[in-house]
């Protein structure tokens, strides 16, 4: 059975059953599409994800020591 725990991105506190909220999700869904999509906003893009990917994998580290 799937047990709430909080969303896996900085700062948000919102229970979900997925890594990420809904919200967040989206949004890091969005920034991985863009990524691999676009190039033209480099170091936007490339801040944006690797707070996606720190919260990515402190979120599967937690999920493995669970
Ligand atoms: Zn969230």
Request: with cysteine; charged share 15%; hydrophobic share 40%.
């Amino acid at each position: 059975m799937p047990m709430l725990h909080g969303c896996a991105f900085p700062g948000c506190s919102t229970f979900t059953l997925s890594t990420y909220c809904v919200e967040h999700e989206l949004l890091v869904r969005a920034v991985k599409e863009s990524e691999r999509t676009q190039a033209t906003d480099v170091s936007l893009a490339a801040d944006t994800a690797l707070t996606a990917d720190a919260a990515l994998t402190s979120a599967t580290s937690e999920a493995a020591a669970s």
